[in-house]
């Protein structure tokens, strides 16, 4: 029981000379579940990459030890041969096709050159078996819920004999039950002797489950202990490197003027048009208010938001008045010209242009205003408000020329902020501001928050962050299935009282 | 404000170091491409001991690039926007076929002829841009439709034969010269043109403290820029003068670019073919400028029909087959990235230079017409291959 199965040694990973991982170390004991704790982009991700050959050998230093044999991993495929798999956050299944397919995917079984379906079939009902998921091989992975795709992803590596598997945050998106029913699995795996590295933010998940946890901060490791000598606190405090009150430096600017109320608000699907993903909201918004939105992914709070944005492309319904007044939004510009501005939750995808510089990126959204004649830019003054904002949020990058997609994502994310700054604002919508990003840009962007309430903006945060919601709210509605299920003035609550709200128990 | 006049500072060393960088501040994918521009000339020349580079030639080989230029100007706004128009060569034989029908059959006036046909030209790109934009069929099957469409269309209006001998005004735009003075008074304003841009621009970024090039380097960049334009005249004018085409193709170049790199439309066209999810939540009416694209490339396709049919002086049912697959090839080498958000007037232009080129100097030196198809076809693919390679390595 005490020997290594992993070592990893004096890892040093660098991104065009920045140490995501110096100097790491890492061991696990065989047949243990080893929790990987750390802030987003501490180099959790980053190890378990190197570890599954995702980065392949030679572009790391340091070296790995597997089963007492040095490791070359060139490529994911090596990995797999020695029993090593990883299951990503974002699952890698191909949703078109049947679960069988999904398991052999890239390593079909086979006779005389054919593929052998009858074999992949028993294969397959024996590992759904193991894995308690009572489904049929044939069915789509698009029929599955999350976290079934989950179960299907372990019962992949599971077909190619894993005896190490890689969980990166397993149970983001999924239901309570569904954590539930993982659990177990992970359980009986350990009971059957696969080694496990369990990555999570969930430190409820990992006292249950883990046997060891190791720490990585900035991309070093801080410590590794057996779980039963160490609180919650203490991993907490392994994490952030400091006391945990010094994360939200809240200050309250509310004021008991309304700037916006929405009424008996209702958002249907934007493919099946008669179901409902927001159903009939009410809620009002103050001057120099932070209101919360929490709630489990998947409540509807993004698609509530993006509708009173005008971003939301399937049907809705319902009244949005902006002090006082009853306004009609359309579409995303109807909504600045109002004073409504929302930086959205997937910053890639809807936040930045990345064929664009910084500059570029930053003034987009109000680009009107530097209209002059002939439907010219005004350089300068273009140029002197990007420098002005650059300064004014610390963005740090070599120059407002740079391609935003050399930043990092704090900076990225304070140019995408900038770009909603630069106009008048009444009302600021933050859809997870603080998703995959640094502490240090945490911190500024909470800041930054304070700031903007300071000045009367109405500040709308949606957060999947308890201790961050709680730390930055003034006032927290819960959301549950599309529906408020509670509203809680921020004093004297805890994270317990929320999370029972979010899953769906009626506060008090 | 402090660290302001610190940014400042810093911009000037940094840039006092790199003088050289300075001088060849534009795109580095310019650069390259002019040096492609050149070497196949270069090669040309020796090739044919120097008929490649006599003025008569010369003259010739910008007015023969004049059409796929205009085209290729249209096409870099459709392809920065990540669509892509299959069907520009079909719809420049059709509406070239257009003008001589009306001039020719039914004996209208050149200039209202013209008229009429950019009309149709517009109403067929805002036709195209609409389906793209607003009912959401992909580009390039709209335009795949177009391409068999518009050239079914023009082979059963002129009912398969050649329409021929077109008025005077028609035939002026794409084979009269402007006598040598004009191209002179042209050249001067442009040069005066650069110089008032530049000093202008230096004034307003002192005005907002903000860095600047050096003063020597603005003025070496302006000397060698006369001197271009100048070289330019000289050998045009040494022939016949100014050819029309090749002055329509500069005024639309300069506008096209003002538009791209200089409005808050370009910037916006940027936006969408970078990325257009984010381009919408920042305002961006996505849909309406996709159709103000669509409908503008219409126009420009217009025009290069319109000069086709005055420069054969005839319009016949082949006319601009594949000129689309010429104007896609030459903004792709001239940098455009076919997954939308980048791309040049400037260097679609060259790109269209070069496509020019090669089929000039391979017909002077009369290689076979399957060699210049496979040659064509392999610089294409060469100049992108190079293109992600050096892109990788940085």
């Not at chain 1, 959204?365 to 990007?386: F, M, P, S, T």
């Not at chain 2, 926007?81 to 059959?105: C, E, R």
């Amino acid at each position: 029981m005490d020997e290594f199965i992993l070592e990893m040694k004096g890892i040093v990973k660098e991104f065009s000379g920045v140490k995501a991982l110096n100097d790491v170390s890492f061991k696990v004991r065989v047949g243990q579940i080893h929790a990987l704790c750390g802030e987003n982009g501490a180099g959790k991700s980053t190890l378990m990459k190197v570890l599954s050959g995702v980065y392949p050998h030679g572009t790391y230093q340091g070296e790995i030890v597997f089963n007492q044999k040095n490791l070359i991993i060139r490529n994911i495929s090596d990995a797999e041969q020695v029993g090593i798999a990883i299951i990503h956050q974002e699952l890698a299944l191909f949703t078109e096709l049947p679960v069988y397919e999904n398991i052999f995917m890239g390593n079909e079984l086979h006779s005389k050159g054919f593929v052998n379906i009858p074999a992949m079939l028993a294969k397959t009902q024996e590992l759904l078996k193991e894995m308690k998921l009572d489904v049929s091989p044939y069915t789509l992975i698009k029929h599955l819920g999350t976290g079934q795709q989950q179960l299907v992803e372990i019962a992949k590596a599971l077909s190619k004999n894993a005896q190490m598997l890689i969980l990166d945050e397993p149970t983001a998106s999924l239901s309570e039950g569904e954590v539930e029913i993982l659990m177990n699995i992970l359980a009986e795996l350990k009971a059957k002797g696969v080694t496990c590295i369990y990555i999570s933010h969930k430190l409820d998940e990992v006292f249950r489950l883990a046997d060891t946890v190791t720490v990585i901060r900035d991309g070093k490791s801080i410590g590794t202990e057996q779980i039963k000598d160490l609180t919650k606190d203490d991993i907490v405090k392994m994490m952030v490197g400091r006391e945990i009150a010094d994360l939200y430096p809240k200050e309250v600017h509310v004021t008991d003027q309304e700037v916006l109320a929405v009424k008996n608000y209702t958002v249907y699907d934007t493919n099946e048009s008669n179901k409902e993903i927001v159903h009939n909201v009410s809620f009002s918004l103050k001057r120099g208010e932070v209101l919360g939105f929490s709630g489990l992914v998947g409540a509807g709070r993004t698609e509530l938001v993006s509708a009173i944005y005008g971003f939301h492309s399937g049907k809705r319904s319902g009244e949005v008045y902006l002090n006082g007044q009853k306004i009609t939004i359309n579409n995303p510009n109807d909504a600045l010209q109002q004073g409504i501005a929302m930086v959205p939750e997937d910053r890639k995808r809807h936040g930045i242009i990345e064929s664009m510089s910084v500059k570029e990126n930053m003034t987009l959204a109000n680009i009107d205003h530097y209209r002059v004649r002939l439907d010219g830019i005004d350089d300068c003054k273009e140029l002197d408000d990007a420098n002005q904002y650059m300064a004014k949020l610390k963005i740090k990058t070599p120059g407002l020329d740079t391609f935003i997609k050399n930043l990092s994502g704090g900076n990225q994310q304070k140019v995408v902020l900038a770009k909603f700054l630069l106009r008048t604002l009444k009302v600021l919508i933050l859809d997870e501001p603080t998703r995959g990003i640094d502490v240090g840009a945490k911190y500024e962007i909470y800041n930054l928050i304070n700031r903007l309430a300071a000045e009367g903006i109405g500040i709308i945060m949606i957060s999947s962050d308890l201790p961050e919601i709680l730390g930055m709210a003034d006032r927290i509605i819960v959301m549950n299935a599309g529906q408020v299920n509670g509203e809680f003035i921020n004093k004297n609550i805890d994270q317990e009282q929320i999370m029972h709200c979010a899953v769906g128990r009626v506060a008090q | 404000m402090t660290t302001q006049v610190e940014n400042t500072k810093l911009a000037t060393t940094g840039e006092k170091k790199n003088l050289f960088k300075a001088f060849f501040n534009f795109d580095v994918k310019t650069y390259t491409m002019i040096l492609a521009l050149v070497s196949i000339w270069l090669i040309f020349s020796i090739a044919t001991n120097g008929d490649f580079l006599t003025s008569r030639n010369l003259s010739n080989l910008f007015r023969q690039m004049s059409i796929t230029g205009i085209l290729s100007i249209g096409m870099v706004f459709i392809i920065i926007t990540g669509h892509i128009d299959l069907s520009a060569g079909s719809l420049m034989g059709l509406l070239g076929g257009i003008v001589a029908i009306l001039n020719v059959w039914f004996k209208l006036d050149g200039i209202v002829a013209i008229g009429i046909t950019l009309i149709v030209g517009l109403g067929i790109g805002l036709c195209n841009g609409w389906l793209v934009a607003y009912k959401k069929i992909p580009a390039f099957i709209v335009t795949l439709g177009g391409l068999l469409v518009f050239r079914g269309i023009l082979v059963g209006m002129t009912k398969g034969t050649t329409v021929a001998s077109l008025g005077p005004e028609i035939r002026f735009l794409g084979n009269a010269y402007l006598i040598d003075g004009i191209g002179i008074v042209l050249g001067l304003l442009a040069v005066c043109a650069l110089i008032y841009n530049s000093f202008n621009g230096r004034k307003l970024r002192i005005q907002y403290g903000l860095s600047i090039t050096p003063l020597s380097i603005e003025v070496v960049k302006i000397i060698f820029a006369a001197v271009l334009i100048g070289l330019v005249v000289t050998v045009l004018n040494s022939y016949q003068g100014f050819p029309v085409p090749v002055l329509i193709i500069v005024i639309l170049a300069v506008i096209f670019s003002y538009i791209l790199t200089k409005t808050v439309f370009g910037r916006r066209v940027y936006a969408i073919g970078g990325n257009g999810e984010a381009a919408k939540l920042c305002g961006i009416n996505v849909p309406k400028m996709t159709l103000i694209i669509f409908a503008m490339h219409g126009l420009l396709v217009a025009i290069a029909g319109i000069l086709l049919t005055s420069r054969l002086n005839a319009a016949s049912v082949a006319a601009g087959q594949n000129a689309e697959m010429d104007a896609i090839a030459a903004c792709v080498i001239g940098g455009a990235s076919l997954a939308g958000g980048v791309g040049s007037v400037g260097g679609a232009i060259v790109g269209a230079l070069v496509m020019s080129s090669l089929d000039n100097g391979m017909s002077m030196l009369n290689i076979e017409t399957f060699w210049q198809y496979i040659v064509k076809g392999a610089i294409l693919v060469i100049a992108v291959w190079f293109d992600i390679a050096t892109k990788n390595k940085k």
